[in-house]
């Protein structure tokens, strides 16, 4: 089981951006889907999680910004983000409960990370 993140990339202050991650692999179910950001020198945040009855809960930095959402069919996760500001400026990974086929029981697991840089 893989996630791959994509859509980063630099971006104005103001501006908006949509995050993919997608699952692979021999996925059985996916429970709940999140994303996290680390900041430059600092440690990682979660900025948004969608359990799989699509009940979501966001930071309070992002929060009226920021919507997460899945497409189950796809086993993929996205987070669109507006009115970006230059402290969004993060790493951003996203983070799943995955079953899969392969191991009896449920698994945490990790995308490779996608830098967002918010900046003029």
């Known amino acids: 089981v893989q996630l791959q993140a994509s859509g980063g990339g630099l971006v104005q202050p103001g501006g908006s951006l949509r995050l993919s991650c997608a699952a692979s692999?021999?996925?059985?179910?996916?429970?709940?889907m999140n994303w996290y950001r680390q900041p430059p020198g600092q440690q990682r945040e979660l900025v948004a999680r969608i359990r799989s009855t699509g009940s979501t809960v966001y930071a309070d930095s992002v929060k009226d910004r920021s919507t997460i959402s899945r497409d189950n069919a796809k086993n993929t996760v996205y987070l669109q983000m507006n009115s970006l500001k230059p402290e969004d400026t993060a790493v951003y990974y996203c983070?799943?409960?995955?079953?899969?086929?392969?191991?009896?029981?449920?698994?945490?697991?990790w995308g490779q990370g996608t830098l967002v840089t918010v900046s003029s």
């Open positions: 692999g021999s996925i059985f179910s996916i429970s709940t």
């Open positions: 983070n799943a409960d995955i079953r899969s086929w392969t191991t009896p029981n449920t698994r945490n697991y």
